[in-house]
């Protein structure tokens, strides 16, 4: 608007009015209402143009206020705006870095940022920045009262300062970090949440610059429009934490009782496997149809005893653990006195196949193993699994004690049926085809001695030896095992009866328990009176196949040729007449002087006189072997080594070595 010279307007007075009056509707800027002031008809001494001063000067004030309404008014809409986004964020993080941006924004400063305090730790910690350039700034913490932040913390009032640096009132302990960030004029005001400070928000000029009060107010309403946002981005977080727990347990229960559902199925029907009187295979087939995969399950010895699915792949996994760890875990003591498995193991098998082993225990006792292949299982199904296992404990010891309860019975029957003298005769047929062995037909008597005692009887317990040889008798007596079957089971002729059994039941015998069994057999006889000498006979048939060096091997007294002269217990005192005959000074010669010309004169025999093998298998110099064959010529003279002689000698020595290796009957 072009200022025109009031002189020229109308009656002095209104004119000025009428002018300021128009200033102000067209917001006119501050320049024109000075134009009007340094108007001659105003600036006279005039008494007349001291009103028109005031009514400019009072139109001065009334376009101030204007503005300042304005400005507020720009303010709280701004306020109102930023409200708004805070209550559309549920992010914290989005919900401090708007707060800091905004204050950033109504503020007009170089830089804003948000500092929250740590109860716990008593510090007030650089949370959101805007505007700010170095990290060490961005990582400040404030002890309370420290610094423009620190004091605004403990006093919970704003703060201003128009030059930081030379402002004595503060505790300055961050100056360095300040000046680097070139921080000059701040203003600090508190967030609240209800009586207590949560943090501090600041507004920051790299040059001085004082802040207005009417600055204070706006950025304290920002600041507790931002404590609440804050208060409730929390709570938000707080029951988003809440749901999510709360949907993770509904799963949970959902799971768990799914899992109950599945457990409860397998439980009842093992159950009802174990009322009717169910096998282990019915158990495996349960465990299989919930679990899935290839089942096995295998005896303390480490055998196969149940097995479904992929019998192939099964028993590659059983032999690659079995080769492993000596016997499969779980299942009794490994070589090497190796603990049992007495935990759930899960590992990978053979080309990876992920595989689960469950011993099978009672108690401290380890009866066998459960072997699960194919996948990996979960907590519920190595329970169920383990479930199943525990089924099978109680299966196998139910089995263990009909075993134990028929080895009991049939122990009894033979130790009556070998002793004499016999009891009554018609009992003893009675209770023998109970069992299933009529002793009024053609039988055998065979005897198995066990290298290893202990695993006969884990054997026998497990039900595992002597394998099927119904019809007939087995039991154990006197640590041996004896078994009485008919002779006609091997189809062969009654001479021979007795040899064929050894042979059919030494092979029987080690594919089942897989330990050495040395077995004698004789017979066939009828009648209950005949058992005793035929069980004297076969017993015999064993000590001389150990004192032969022959253990693990099977004959009858036919099949012993020469040797059958040691049977009769009559007949072993000529036998040691004749061996004192032939070769006394050389076993005399032994055992004064602790030589080994008997030794020797064996192993020379055995290896047909050759010189060089006889040392080699005595381990000595062959000059060494000369000296032994020389004193045995001058002990026995020169017969000893071809013809009658050689043969004669070589016969009392093998007798020798028999008789004293045998030892004295037992019945």
Known sequence: MTAEPLSRLSEGAPAVVFRLLSLLAAEAPLEDFHAVLADPALTSAADEAKPLREAVRDALQVRSLLAARRRREQELSALYETAGDLSSLRDLEA??????????????????????????????????????????????????????????????????????????????????????????????VPLRRRTSVIGVLFAANRRQRPFSRDETALLTSLADHAAIA??????????????????????????????????????ERLHAVMLRGGRLREVVHVAEELLGGDLAVLDASGRTVA????????????????????????SGTAPGDRAALRHTVQSDGPAGTPVTVVPVRAGAEALGTVV??????????????????????LLLLHDRSLSEAEQQVRGELVDDLVSTPQRDATALHRRAAH?????????????ARPR?????????????????????????????????????A????????????????????????????????????????????????????????????????????????????????????DVRRFVRRTVGPVLDYDRDRGSELARTLLTWYSCGG???????????????????????????????RSGDGALQTHLALQAHRALVDVRPSDS
């Open 452 to 488: 290893d005692p202990a695993a006969c009887v884990s054997g026998l317990r497990a039900g595992t030896l002597p394998g099927d040889v119904r019809p007939g008798l087995h039991a154990l007596h006197q640590g041996d095992l004896v078994l009485l079957v008919p002779a006609e």
């Open 610 to 640: 050759n010189l060089t093998r006889t040392s080699a298998e005595l381990y000595v110099h062959v000059n060494t072997l000369y000296q032994r064959l020389d004193r045995v010529t001058a002990l026995l003279g020169d017969g000893w």
């Open 490 to 573: 091997d189809g062969a002729a009654p001479e021979r009866a007795a040899s064929a059994a050894a042979a059919r039941l030494s092979a029987q015998l080690r594919s089942a328990g897989g330990c050495a069994f040395t077995v004698g057999a004789a017979g066939p006889a009828t009648g209950v009176g005949s058992v005793p000498e035929l069980h004297r006979d076969a017993v015999r048939c064993c000590e001389v196949l150990v004192s032969l060096g022959r253990t693990g091997e099977s004959a009858s007294s036919d099949d012993l040729g020469v040797y059958g002269l040691l049977l009769g217990a009559g007949a072993q005192d």
């Open 372 to 393: 699960f292949a194919g996948r990996v299982l979960d907590d519920l199904e190595v329970r169920l699994l383990e479930r199943a296992a525990v089924v099978t404990a």
């Open 307 to 330: 097995v479904v699915g992929d019998e192939a792949r099964t028993e590659a996994v059983v032999e690659a653990l079995t080769a492993e760890h000596g016997v499969l875990p779980g």
């Open 435 to 447: 069992l299933g062995l009529d002793l009024r037909t053609p039988y055998v008597v065979v005897v």
């Open 95 to 188: 919900v401090l870095q708007a707060i800091v941006r905004r204050a950033r924004q109504l503020l007009d400063t170089d830089a804003a940022y948000l500092m929250l305090h740590d109860e716990s730790r008593q510090l007030t910690s650089m949370r959101v920045t805007d505007g700010i350039r170095t990290d060490a700034f961005k990582a400040t913490q404030l002890r309370l009262g420290a610094g423009l932040g620190g004091m605004v913390a403990a006093t919970c009032e704003p703060y201003a300062t128009a030059d930081y640096s030379s402002d004595e009132r503060l505790q300055h302990r961050i100056d360095d970090v300040v000046a680097g960030e070139g921080l000059v004029a701040i203003l600090g």
């Open 230 to 267: 804050i208060e409730n981005a929390s709570l938000f977080a707080d029951v988003q934490a809440a749901v999510d727990e709360l949907r993770q347990a509904n799963a949970l229960v959902r799971r768990n009782s799914e899992q109950v559902e599945r457990a409860t199925a397998m439980h």
